[in-house]
C-alpha cells in the first residue's frame, strides 16, 4: 500500500554480536506482543539506544504545538499514545530511511522518516511530512479506532478485531499474494499489520524482521531453559530452535530446574519451533510401527536387539512404553544394544585405592574432574566402590563436562563463562549476564582444571544495545 523509499543494501546492515538464533518465517514477523509492547523501553533507553547506532540521538524538532522535542521523546511518546513499541518504531525508519544507522540524516529522510502517506502509484502526501508527523502516523494506523467512511476502524489492529482483516484484506489465517508474487499466510494480527503497511517480503518484512532479531531479540546459548512468565510450558533451546518438554518428568531427567530462566512471550517468539521432548530420558519404549524397543539416550534411540538382551541388562518389560509409528522420527539411531553392552544406561565407579570417580558407559570410563561436575551431571546416582584394577580395564575417553547451559567460574577463569555444546562461552559483562535472566545464585565454583581445562573455549556472550 506504500514504497519503499530506500533500498537498504545489505552491506550497511550492522553485524550481529551473536549469531542468530531464530529463522526467519515470512508468515510470522513479530508477535502481538512484540508489536504493541509499548513500555518496552523507557525514553533514557531509546535515546542511550539512538547515541550508540547513528546520528539520529542529536536530532531535535518541534511538535505541532511548538514544543522541542528530541528524537527519542517523540518515538516515546507516540509508541506510549498508541500504545505500539518503540522498538518497532525504530525498526521501522531504519528499513524506510536507514534513519537509525545514519551518522548524519538528511532532511529529506528525517522528513519522510516512516514511508508513511507514500503510495506505489502515487507521490509522497504532504499532510503527512515532517520526522514528528511520520512517527505519529506510522503508529497511529496500527491501532487508531477512528472510524474511515465505511465505518469501520482505521486501525489495523482494530479492523482485525472487527473483521477478521485488513483494509487490504491482510488477517491471520487469510492466505494472499504479495506484491512481489509471494503466497503469504499471516499467523497473527501484528504479521498482518506488517503487510498491510508493506505488502512485500524480501524488500521489506524481512528487513523488519532481521533488525527485530538483531537488535531487540535475546540470543540464549543452546542449552537454555527457558519458561514464558505466568506460562506452564519449559523449552530448552537447542540448535538454534525452541525444544518443549511435554511433561515434567521429561525435563527434571535432564536437566535441573532451578536453572529455568523467567523470559517474556517476544523472547521465545522468534525462535523456530523445535521437536518436542516428550519421554525421560533413558525410557524404554517399543516403536509400534516397526515393533522395536529402544532405549533413549539424550537424542538418540537405542535399539534393544532381543529379549535375552533386555533381559540380560535387567530391564524391567513393565517399564516399557508403546508409541505410534512416527513419534520416535526426531530421535537419531544410537549404537545398538547386545550382548556385548556394557553399561548402557551408565554407572558410576570409584576407586578404592584413589578415591577418583568415573562414568562408565558402553565400556567406556570418562573420568569425573570435579565434584561440582558430579553433582551437576549425576545428582542422585549411586555410586559403586570398585579396585582400581576395575577401572583400569577400561579404555579412557574425554572427561565428562558440565552440562549445557550450567553458569560455571573458577579460581583463574577470569569472569562467568555458560557451557554451550560442551564449549565454555565467556558472558561479557554484568549487562549481559542480567539481560539473559541469569541468576548469580545458580553460578557453579569449581576448580580450574574441571572448567578450563575439560571444556574447549568457545564464542563469548554479548547482548546489543
Not at 75 to 103: H, K
Not at 277 to 285: C, E, H, Q
Not at 375 to 386: D, G, S, W
Not at 433 to 452: C, E, M, P, R
Request: proline share 5%; with cysteine.
Amino acid at each position: 500500500m506504500k514504497k519503499i523509499i530506500a533500498v537498504i543494501s545489505l552491506i550497511s546492515m550492522i553485524v550481529p554480536q551473536l549469531t542468530l538464533a531464530a529463522t526467519f518465517n515470512p508468515n510470522s514477523i513479530l508477535s502481538d506482543n512484540d508489536l504493541q509492547n509499548s513500555n518496552a523501553m523507557t525514553v533514557t533507553q531509546i535515546q542511550k539506544f539512538l547515541d550508540s547506532k547513528g546520528g539520529l540521538g542529536a536530532y531535535r524538532t518541534t511538535d505541532p504545538w511548538g514544543n522541542m522535542k528530541s528524537a527519542a521523546q517523540i518515538i516515546f511518546d507516540a509508541g506510549a499514545y498508541w500504545r505500539i513499541n518503540p522498538q518497532y518504531i525504530m525498526v521501522r525508519m531504519q528499513i524506510e530511511q536507514s534513519l537509525v544507522t545514519m551518522a548524519s540524516p538528511t532532511q529529506t529522510r528525517l522528513d519522510w522518516a516512516t514511508g508513511y502517506g507514500c503510495p506505489d502509484s502515487t507521490g509522497c502526501g504532504t499532510d503527512y511530512k515532517g520526522f514528528f508527523n511520520q512517527v505519529n502516523w506510522a503508529a497511529r494506523i496500527l491501532t487508531s479506532t477512528e472510524l474511515n467512511s465505511s465505518g469501520n476502524p482505521r486501525g489495523y489492529l482494530p479492523h482485525i478485531d472487527k473483521l477478521g482483516y485488513t483494509i487490504s484484506g491482510w488477517g491471520p489465517g487469510i492466505t494472499k499474494t504479495t506484491l512481489d508474487g509471494d503466497l503469504i499466510t499471516p499467523t497473527n494480527k501484528a504479521t498482518a499489520a506488517m503487510y498491510t503497511y508493506t505488502p512485500h517480503v524480501y524488500n521489506a518484512n524481512y528487513n523488519i524482521w532481521y533488525y527485530w532479531s538483531n537488535w531487540f531479540m535475546k540470543n540464549f546459548p543452546d542449552g537454555s531453559l527457558l519458561q514464558v512468565q505466568g506460562q506452564a510450558g519449559v523449552y530448552l533451546i537447542q540448535n538454534g530452535k525452541k525444544r518443549p518438554f511435554l511433561s515434567r518428568t521429561a525435563l527434571v531427567s535432564r536437566y535441573d530446574p532451578s536453572r529455568i530462566i523467567q523470559v517474556s512471550e517476544s523472547d521465545v517468539s522468534l525462535y523456530e519451533d523445535g521437536a518436542p521432548i516428550k519421554f525421560a530420558n533413558y525410557s524404554l519404549v517399543r516403536d509400534l510401527g516397526n515393533n522395536r524397543t529402544y532405549l533413549l539416550d539424550g537424542d538418540l534411540k537405542r535399539y534393544i536387539e532381543s529379549p535375552a538382551v533386555f533381559r540380560e541388562i535387567g530391564f524391567n518389560p513393565e517399564e516399557i512404553l508403546s508409541v505410534q509409528s512416527g513419534e520416535l522420527d526426531s530421535y537419531a539411531e544410537g549404537p545398538n544394544i547386545n550382548m556385548q553392552s556394557v553399561f548402557p544406561t551408565g554407572v558410576l565407579l570409584q576407586s578404592k585405592q584413589t578415591g577418583g570417580i568415573a562414568y562408565v558407559q558402553d565400556g567406556v570410563m570418562h573420568p569425573i574432574m570435579s565434584k561440582e561436575i558430579l553433582q551437576n551431571r549425576f545428582a542422585n546416582r549411586n555410586i559403586v566402590v570398585v579396585d582400581q584394577s576395575t577401572l583400569d580395564q577400561y579404555p579412557k575417553q574425554d572427561p565428562i563436562k558440565f552440562a549445557d547451559g550450567t553458569l560455571v567460574v573458577s579460581p583463574n577463569s577470569n569472569g562467568v563463562w555458560v557451557i554451550s555444546n560442551g564449549l565454555r562461552r565467556g558472558i561479557s559483562s554484568k549487562q549481559a549476564f542480567d539481560t539473559l535472566g541469569y541468576k548469580w545464585a545458580n553460578i557453579v565454583h569449581t576448580n580450574d582444571s574441571a572448567l578450563l581445562t575439560v571444556h574447549p573455549e568457545g564464542e563469548s556472550i554479548s547482548v546489543s544495545n
